[in-house]
């Protein structure tokens, strides 16, 4: 049986869902898109690009195998048949759902799932202030989750390098803007809602979306609580 974890927060996630529901799949961006067509053609694209790197790198343990595959059906289908909005939210091998029916992650155990983390909104800190113990910046600015190409993403790496001086960025928006880590290489084509920078100037959020229209969610002054 799977342990709730709260998570205190100053809002739901996205503004709507009570719960997150985390667990591991190996090529879990085949279940990005559901919809039959999309679904199928994820899974041909995962073959085909296994079938490169094991005779291109001579990495057998990249073989695709048949339980691979049987996962993520197994997996489609049992999303397919929730009946309750959820919105799916997929970084390297780990899904995240998104809901307000907690009876998702029974359903995903009922199917042999095992469930990294189900995490529960807890609404107990001030809306649109980032709390921290200590901070020596006064913003907060976190970054869309968007598809973007690599020049887009070496543009965005520039900018960042650039403004070591004056901005503080996030650890697993280092490394995956600079291709850090290989998790990162290989989903080098979508930023993350949790990706942010902090910094002094209101207006640094302003210059970064000059630079990548599109890409700020939002920028929050930062509280610090000692």
Known sequence: ???????????LYYDQYEWCVTFNIAEANCLRNLEQKRFEQAIRN?????QEIVSYAQLPSEQWSDAKEQALRRACDCLLAETHPFKTVVSYNTVSLYTNHVGLADHL????????????????KPANVVQLRES?????TYF???????????????FLNSRRDTL??????????N????????NHSYSRAHYFVDHDHPNEGTMLSLVMPGMVRKTM??????
């Open 1 to 11: 049986m799977y342990k709730i974890e709260s998570d205190h927060r100053s809002s």
């Open 46 to 50: 995962a073959k085909r690009w296994h």
């Open 109 to 124: 155990e009922t199917h042999e799932f095992e469930l990294r983390l189900v995490r529960q909104a807890r609404l107990t």
């Open 136 to 140: 020596q910046y006064a913003y907060r």
């Open 144 to 158: 869309r989750e968007r598809r973007i190409n690599l020049e887009q993403r070496n543009m965005l790496a520039n």
């Open 168 to 177: 503080r960025v996030s650890t697993a928006l280092d490394n995956w803007v």
């Open 179 to 186: 291709g850090k880590l290989l998790g990162y290489i290989r």
């Open 221 to 226: 002054p930062i509280e610090t609580t000692k």
